[in-house]
């Protein structure tokens, strides 16, 4: 460890409380774009704990969603980096598989436990702390800073396009460092560089008839069958989706790209951690899954209902069903064109019969080429950081607005971050460990002072 | 209208106050045996109810489900009529689909509304009352008559055949009425020669984790998808059951059983009514369909779930999936041997990943031959009370516990009741029409008083 690293982390130890604080601060209060729940509070919570860290901070509220919050140290200095984060979490259901309440979080173990702790809500407190931490020891943050914290990221971001383009004279910035990250089962520190687009889709098979004894099921259609039959004809058994179209826009990995996979090694045994032991779709080569995982498009399936769920036995036929499926997208394929191929599929497999309704516009996938020197310095300073080299992914699996960073404002964009394997993001028992939350702090630290110097001349003389 | 028809008609209508206090008495409680609801009072309000009307009544428990209420004249008269109900409905969800509560009886433009109403309260009520009738207007009951209420038919009957093999010395009788019917569209009188059996499965898929956020659906399985898959297998879009030896103990109907059909004229308007429109799985002709509906097995999708079912959008890669199937069984078919053939189906497609969990026993069908005296009795007597023919099925597409009268008590069974095309049993809004109760009274009434001439010579002398 250099001795300004050294520094800053036992600065950080001290002040351990102050950050477990701020942290637990911003998970104390639901903040659920897709039912709602706690957004008419969360962006005025969110903006005392930036004005706690002595960021200037402004609501924004002309793009027409929820509440973009903004904060931003105004020092006109030379460098700027822009940093993304979000205030909402997915919903917490199922609740009865939490062992303590979603919005009070709970240390256990040396983890700490609540929806938002990794996703994302933890990344951004690191980040806040990492201000703080700088002002403390060095008495000044030796660049711009601006932060971005939406609060519709996880319910598809539909809103932030809009932002970009009102607000675009404020967002000029020389790199962007992303919402996610984490590290390894290993402890390696973990760097994407690059998100998947999306598109989330209801599937709705509705009769024109309402729910009937289920006796009728021998000639009257059931819509839960008629939706079964569609989404088994929209991916195979191994995962490849079976859609007209689907993959045209699909482009191959480069050389770089392919050398990143080559560098991440043996996957499995991580895998198996997270799947369970013969929980994976295909048994292809560790090489082959991370291709699938980062650079390939992919459904899945996130809900389906229809009729009696009750305890016990009912017997019915239903009037309806309903699923919920996520389509991850990667570079060159446009939502809306994938939407039309899904519409035409739905179409024609249903004779009309099942609606296909975007719960969510959509965005493409975006990425940062592994040659950028942005991605030298995120992967120099968190060696530093975390005391070992890290794993660069290509692309991160899942998604977020990536795109507005790096095909409007035309600048790269990498995450890292405070996750690990075991934190449960839109899960129940969501948790990051404390550890790694404090190494997180450090790492946007060393980030932050070695900025100017490395893109001035490739140097980082902080570590 | 004969005489006697008419004098009874006539007090019917005199006493329609008390007879819709009988019902409504009996509507006014929950007894879900699939969520156990109410259960423990219930067959306490049964007793109170048989009481009322003058049959001597009894509990019985030693078959190790809910009691079978028991309710006889004590007549030592020459000739036995068993009449056999059940107290017992089905879950009431989804709740906000009522337009009144499902357990407070209200009554809107010439119909009553409850859980219950029509399966099977208020058949079992119109019996009560004609009894209540008869003594009333005739000061006896020709024969004797033992009613059998049993509170697990809608969990598929699980220990009846126990009470049946506990206590056949008190179950001699010369036929039965069965518990349901009703009118057609048209107003006809519907009676059903038999019951399909049943069979009630859940479907498990799961996991071994937690659910994961649904980037990870790329590479590692989704058991609603293998579930799907597994469903996709066992049934084919026009609804034949793809099952390996599925149909094998299935019989083609004689030709005093097709000869019913072709009664029964076209059914395709009433189907439509039911169904709505463009809701039928094949367009095959009236008389198929009704083949397929009262005399061919099928299997039906009660209910599916998985993941996120909530209001918007989460991306999550659900831990588990299950659903609730149930298959109705022709005569033949034995609930064990097919119940094998799922298993080891479910086994094959699912790589041994899904089970299957049997929520009831199951049981087999029954049937009572068209040229059975008994039939000839019960469509003469619901001609007499209804002023029109009825229309004769030789198997209802419901099912029923119907084989322990037709199999073991080897004794002819025959269902005629009170509902109709809007009665909704199993669904929301659940009702029949005042109408129809008091005809169903009526229709007891006489086929009770011309119950021992018939048997005796063929004749009904009280019509």
Chains 1, 2 share one sequence.
Not at 235 to 258: A, W
Request: some cysteine; glycine content about 10%; hydrophobic content about 40%.
């Amino acid at each position: 460890m250099g001795r300004i690293t050294d520094e800053l982390w036992n600065r950080i130890r001290e002040k351990r409380d102050r950050y477990l604080g701020i942290l637990e601060e911003l998970l104390s209060f639901p903040s659920i774009a897709a039912t709602g729940e706690g957004m008419d509070e969360a962006p005025d919570h969110v903006v005392e704990v930036l004005e706690r860290v002595g960021l200037r901070s402004h609501l924004f509220t002309d793009h027409g969603g929820y509440p973009v919050v903004w904060g931003e140290l105004r020092e006109e200095r030379h460098g700027t980096l822009l940093i993304y984060n979000h205030y909402d979490v997915q919903p917490p259901d199922p609740l009865e598989k939490w062992t303590s309440p979603p919005f009070k979080p709970s240390i256990r173990n040396g983890r700490i436990y609540a929806r938002g702790a990794c996703d994302n809500k933890g990344n951004l407190a690191a980040r806040l702390c990492a201000i703080d931490l700088l002002m403390d020891v060095i008495g000044e943050v030796p660049l711009n800073v601006k932060f971005l914290i939406e609060g519709e990221e996880e319910i598809g971001s539909p809103h932030l396009s809009k932002f970009f383009q009102n607000h675009s004279e404020i967002l000029g910035a020389d790199a962007c460092l992303w919402e996610m990250g984490g590290t390894s089962p290993s402890g390696r520190p973990l760097i994407y560089l690059g998100a998947k687009g999306i598109l989330y889709l209801e599937l709705v098979a509705s009769e024109k008839r309402t729910d009937l004894h289920s006796s009728w099921g021998a000639i009257i259609r059931n819509p839960a069958f008629e939706l079964i039959h569609l989404l088994s004809t929209m991916r195979d058994r191994k995962g490849r989706v079976l859609i007209e179209g689907f993959y045209d826009d699909v482009q191959m990995p480069d050389k770089d790209t392919l050398a990143l996979l080559d560098e991440l090694g043996d996957f499995e045994s991580e895998l198996k951690a997270i799947g369970g032991e013969d929980g994976l779709l295909s048994n292809k080569p560790s090489k082959d899954l991370l291709v699938d995982l980062t650079l390939m498009p992919c459904i899945n399936l996130c809900g389906i209902v229809s009729g009696y769920i009750g305890q016990g036995s009912k017997t019915v036929l239903p009037g309806s069903a309903s699923a919920k499926i996520d389509v991850r997208l990667v570079p060159r394929m446009r939502p809306e064109k994938v939407l039309e191929l899904i519409q035409k599929h739905v179409e024609r497999v249903s004779n009309g019969r099942i609606a296909v309704r975007p719960l969510d516009m959509g965005y493409p996938a975006a990425r940062t080429h592994p040659r950028e020197p942005f991605v030298e310095l995120i992967a120099r300073t968190a060696s530093a950081a975390y005391g070992v080299k890290p794993l660069i992914y290509p692309s991160a699996a899942g998604s977020g607005p990536m795109y507005l960073i790096t095909d409007f404002l035309k600048i790269p964009c990498v995450a890292a971050g405070i996750g690990d394997h075991l934190s449960n993001i839109h899960a129940p028992d969501e948790s990051i460990s404390l550890e790694n939350y404090l190494r997180g702090i450090l790492h946007i630290a060393l980030l932050t002072i070695n900025f100017v110097p490395f893109l001035r001349g490739g140097d980082t003389p902080y570590l």
